[in-house]
């Protein structure tokens, strides 16, 4: 696993002795996963290649290159893909990981203490109840494999400031989800800035990244609930 990520940090214009934190991480995911369900990967190359090196590759965009204090939130987190990356590869970074369920942030709390991230907050919330303390506080926001584009706006532009952006990773394939998403964005305040799609390194995968940039405010009915989202995407 080391080589692989020293190889695509490198390829990626990234600090390659990052990769030992980023093993290190890998290793407490590995671990947890034995006694619950954080992840169905748990091959180390197609770990190292698809949760971190695809994460890492966020890392390198220039929407990161002055993270300096730039509050971050990733939504639906999970076993904390791209949020704890991301916060290892930027330390810079103050990063949110915002999940709904109890025993994932649980994992993330402890592995964010083991990793010496003492700075991370970790939240154990839905983040359509959380924009009522979180509203318009992050600069960016990020989220990968938690719900179509239309829904996830609402989950996600609430959160970000004027200014600030959204960045949805999603598959090459998602043409017809960012189309559909198009009113949601306009909507919420968002306006797409470029999508990017990109190799990840070592490998033979290409995802996307969609970048959302907030320019007016979100009106203040949104987000919804969770189920008037789900039944009704903007
Ligand atoms: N982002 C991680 C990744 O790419 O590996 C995890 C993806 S997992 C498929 C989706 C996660 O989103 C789950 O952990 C779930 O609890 C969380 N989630 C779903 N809806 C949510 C919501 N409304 N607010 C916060 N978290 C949510």
Known sequence: MLDILRVGLAELGLDEAKAEPLAEFARLVLEKNRVMNLTAITDEADFARLHLLDSAALAS??????????????????AGFPGVPLRILCPGIQMTLLDSTGKRVDFLRDACAALGLSDVACVHARAEEFAAEGRESFDLATSRAVAALPVLCEL??????????????????????????ARAVETLGGRVARTVDYAIPT?????????????????????RAFGQIKKKPL
Do not use: N, W
């Open 203 to 223: 490998g033979d995968v290409t995802h996307r990244v969609i970048v959302i940039e907030k320019v007016k405010p979100t009106p203040a009915k949104y987000p």
């Open 156 to 181: 996600c532009l609430p959160l970000v400031r004027v200014g600030g952006r959204f960045l949805a990773m999603k598959s090459t394939q998602s043409d017809s989800e960012l189309s559909d998403a």
């Open 61 to 78: 965009l220039p929407e990161l290159a002055e993270p300096e204090g730039a509050r971050a939130v990733d939504v639906g987190t999970g």
